[in-house]
Nanobody
Framework: QVQLVESGGELVQAGGSLRLSCTLS????????MAWFRQAPGKEREFVGR???????YYANSVKGRFTISRDNAKNAVYLQMNSLRPEDTAVYYC????????????WGQGTQVTVSS
């Protein structure tokens, strides 16, 4: 059974940086497309970006140039480096895993809270 566990969320000031981590257990990590999503209070879940098993990345326009996704297949981990944070980045951030390059993700973490103060 696949399990995803996120960590690294915290309160940070606007303009600051934060790195989230997500580890996958239970399967061969390198097989999975890994993605980050976020959900702010009262809003729908929003795609942030994803990385393929080989390291190719794709980002939502709202975070392009500020956020970077990377992965370490040896550590079964994916990271979300967030720079130039804005109050509107405040959300619960989730990582997700899929075996295919689709918009449907099979496995989800429990989420980690990121709060950006102005």
């Amino acid at each position: 059974q696949v399990q995803l566990v996120e960590s690294g969320g915290e309160l940070v000031q606007a303009g600051g940086s934060l790195r989230l981590s997500c580890t996958l257990s239970g399967r061969t990590f390198s097989m999975y497309f890994m993605a980050w999503f976020r959900q702010a209070p009262g809003k729908e879940r929003e795609f942030v970006g994803r990385v393929s098993g080989s390291g190719m990345t794709y980002y939502a326009n709202s975070v392009k140039g500020r956020f970077t996704i990377s992965r370490d297949n040896a550590k079964n981990a994916v990271y979300l480096q967030m720079n130039s944070l804005r109050p509107e980045d405040t959300a619960v951030y989730y990582c997700a895993a899929s075996l295919t390059a689709s918009t449907i993700y099979d496995y989800w973490g429990q989420g980690t809270q990121v709060t950006v103060s102005s």
